[in-house]
């Protein structure tokens, strides 16, 4: 029993000791971005651009096809279903919390991961076994000014930018779910934008801040924390990338408890 | 644009990195090291001192602790007992960011030669003045233009350090530790690998400073060629834990 007590209690410890390591980690690629140097800016910019491109010009042909393929099932079913019993006009709130609110964030935020974020965790553990990091720190760099504050910014901006993106698209193939059930553009768009508020839009602000930090923040942070050698890259990425999952829905459904709140 | 003088490749942050250590100390000294992890052994302690404008180089075999050394003076690792100090200041005691400001002061190549792969060999001297200075975008590309003349890397300048041969990615690493005209050098198994002659190139331009006065270099090898060995103030050997003078 004590043997029992004593794991659950290590594995706790592990964990908490995990999230300090986060939360200093996070704490510090923020600090960075105030000690930028003049010519540091301009570069950091012509990095934050090619992330950009890099995270989301790249993934917005997958972003658009999920998206159009999701909402068109949900909203077709859905018609189908409310028409039954008379009640189509909740279609709107349908594809207002469920796709827009909940399921484009999350699942742009896991095309993000799944496509950077195993790319940031790869480069940083790389890196580090290739002694790249310790090369910045022996000539005075910060390591978060030029190895995270760029990919965070990065994915920040390609997240939120995606996630307008998922919601446009959404919208746009909904309705042709909705038109197989025989429902009226005219109407579709009036259900729709009667359900939208303003609350959905610094939702969507909010949401690609968050998870934008934590598809940098936790891959660059397993990807750096590598130390025996290149045996441990793959394991770096795995961490990385199961953690900033794990995190993107925790804090989806934070995110629930504060909007209702 | 003229080519930036070293005053004013420094000027923006020497300031603030002045303030640990002491004008009239050592660049570099290495005060009761042990080498061989072994604490027990008072008597075999390193001590070395690199006088102001010196080559001191410090050879010995894989296992003597000799490859420790250029940690040890950057702060990157620390020893089991004694210290190493630089300008007076013991490098190993600053604080994380105190110690990144204070090693802008030193140049370093590290064993290899430490370049980031995905930056053009342009690109990696550029590096420290980039990201540890404070000059505009048209002053850095003076410095890394004058940088790349005198180490002859133009015509490979655009070139990954993979695409680059030994040499080549040598000399960037060179100009590299050198883009902040550092008063201190700090190399490791730097001629590794390079014929005697490029060997006898590279070290004249590390211990040149800008304005023609000579700098304190100190190097790490497993041994030295006789043409680079006549180059140098000091040569001391690392044998079972101590610094044995030897001839230069």
């Known amino acids: ?261 | 644009m003229s080519p930036l003088t070293s005053h004013e490749v420094r000027a923006g942050w020497m300031a603030q990195a002045l303030k640990w250590g002491r004008p009239d100390a050592a660049p570099l000294a290495f005060i009761a090291i042990d080498l061989r992890d072994r604490p027990d052994h008072p008597d075999h302690h390193f001590d070395l001192t690199v006088a102001p404008g010196t080559t001191v180089v410090a050879i010995g075999d894989e296992d003597s602790g000799v490859g420790d050394l250029g940690g040890f003076a950057l702060g990157l690792r620390q020893p089991l007992s004694g210290r190493a100090e630089v300008f007076g200041a013991r490098i190993g005691q600053l604080p994380y960011y105190d110690l990144l400001l204070f090693r802008r002061r030193i140049g370093y190549h590290p064993v290899g030669d430490g370049l980031l792969q995905n930056l053009s060999l342009r690109d990696n001297v550029a590096l420290p003045l980039r990201f540890a200075s404070d000059h505009r975008q048209a002053e850095v590309d003076d410095r890394v233009n004058q940088l790349l003349e005198d180490f002859r890397l133009r015509a490979v300048a655009t070139l990954r350090p993979a695409a680059a041969n030994e040499e080549d990615r040598r000399r960037a690493a060179m100009a590299r530790a050198l883009a902040l005209d550092p008063d201190l050098v700090v190399l490791e198994a730097p001629f590794d690998g390079l014929t005697g002659r490029a060997a006898q190139d590279l070290l004249d331009k590390v211990s040149r400073r800008d304005d023609g006065s000579r700098r304190a270099v100190f190097a790490t090898a497993q041994d030295l060629v006789p043409s680079v060995r006549r180059m140098v103030d000091r040569v001391v050997k690392v044998a079972d834990g101590s610094a044995v003078e030897e001839k230069p």
């Open chain 1, 1 to 261: 029993m004590t043997a029992v007590v004593a794991a659950i209690g290590r594995s706790g410890a592990r964990r908490l000791s995990v999230l300090g390591g986060l939360a200093r980690f996070a704490l510090g690629a923020f600090r960075a971005a105030a000690r930028l140097t003049r010519a540091g800016r301009w570069v950091t910019l012509r990095v934050l651009i090619n992330q950009i491109r890099f995270t989301a010009l790249q993934a917005i042909g997958l972003v658009t096809f999920l998206a159009s393929i999701l909402s068109f099932l949900v909203i077709s079913q859905t018609v189908r279903q409310l028409g039954r019993l008379g009640a189509t006009d909740l279609i709107g709130t349908v594809i207002v919390v469920a796709v827009i609110r909940e399921l484009g964030p999350l699942l742009t935020a896991l095309i993000v991961v799944s496509r950077s974020g195993t790319a940031i965790a790869a480069e940083m553990a790389t890196n580090r076994v290739m002694g790249e990091v310790t090369a910045l720190e022996a000539m005075g760099i910060d390591p978060y000014i030029y190895l995270v504050l760029p990919r965070m910014l990065g994915a920040i901006v390609s997240v939120a930018a995606l996630m307008i993106v998922f919601d446009g698209v959404a919208l746009a193939s909904g309705y042709f779910g909705a038109a197989l059930s025989g429902m009226h553009f005219q109407r579709y768009t009036n259900i729709v934008l009667t359900t939208l508020s303003a609350k959905d839009v610094w939702l969507t602000v909010a949401k690609g801040v968050v998870f934008g930090s934590a598809v940098a923040l936790f891959p660059s942070y397993h990807g750096l924390a590598v130390k025996a050698g290149p045996t441990e890259i793959p394991q770096a990425v795995t961490r990385g990338v199961v953690a900033t999952i794990v995190a993107i829905f925790i804090s989806s459904a934070l995110f629930v408890v504060v909007a209702a709140g």
